[in-house]
């Protein structure tokens, strides 16, 4: 079963709105990743949250760890039709072989 | 390039066919993976590379994958016999330190059709 998990599985909201995404994820990690990937394409890093951060900003992008609940959080703010895109939350564990595990994603899209 | 480059960028192939599929990691990074994607899915891990040496395989599906690294650089992944359940987009990336303390730096993907 994967690692991570991410809710919704599918977001739709107006421009200008802010979109948050969730990721659960089951056993200890190092850090997580999130990833943008637009259709057709490769993924892009976004932010990388360490185990002892809770928080971190990026631009439009904030990221927030929960590591006794094992979430995390993704909020765009500000929202823009370039937006849309399938977001991923990645997983390093403490135990196990060097390799980020990813979750099934968010399908983000963006009205204008 | 800067880039990760991965080729062909698109390959159609006959069921029972070999493949092989061809990564060029940003130049000096060390760790280089290899992950499939199909069709709206998330990542599944295939390989991982350090150096030349791979000390996690345990993403292959079968025995009809195999993948090699030379160089430190360039990396290939092999499909024997392809069936069409192989069918998906195939995704290499590379960092320069370990996977989870680096960000992954991706190409845009080897997109592969068993007919």
């Known amino acids: 079963s994967q690692q991570g998990e991410e809710d919704p599985q599918a977001l739709s909201i107006q421009e200008g709105e802010n979109a948050t995404m969730n990721c659960s994820y089951k056993t200890s990690i190092n850090n997580l990743q999130w990833y943008r990937q637009n259709s057709g394409r490769g993924l892009v890093h976004l932010i990388l949250i360490r185990s002892n951060e809770r928080e971190k900003h990026s631009g439009r992008l904030r990221v927030t760890l929960d590591t006794s609940k094992k979430s995390s959080s993704l909020l765009i703010t500000a929202s823009r039709a370039a937006d849309t895109a399938s977001y991923f939350c990645?997983?390093?564990?403490?135990?196990?072989?060097?390799?980020?595990?990813f979750g099934q994603g968010t399908r983000l899209t963006i009205n204008p | 390039g800067a880039g990760v480059s991965q080729s062909p960028s698109n390959k159609v192939t006959e069921k029972g066919k070999d493949v092989e599929l061809r990564c060029d990691p940003i130049?000096?990074?060390?760790?280089l993976y290899w992950y499939r994607q199909s069709l709206g899915q998330g990542l599944e891990f295939l390989i991982y590379?350090?150096?030349?040496?791979?000390?996690?395989k345990s993403g292959l599906p079968s025995d009809r994958f195999s993948a090699e690294r030379t160089g430190g650089s360039v990396s290939t992944l092999t499909i024997q016999r392809t069936q069409q359940e192989d069918s998906a987009v195939y995704l290499c990336?590379?960092?320069?330190?370990?996977?989870?303390?680096?960000?992954?730096?991706f190409g845009n993907g080897t997109r592969l059709t068993v007919t």
């Open positions: 130049s000096g990074h060390t760790a």
């Open positions: 990336a590379s960092s320069q330190g370990r996977a989870g303390g680096s960000p992954l730096h």
């Open positions: 590379f350090q150096g030349n040496s791979a000390p996690d």
């Open positions: 990645a997983t390093d564990l403490i135990q196990g072989a060097q390799k980020l595990v």
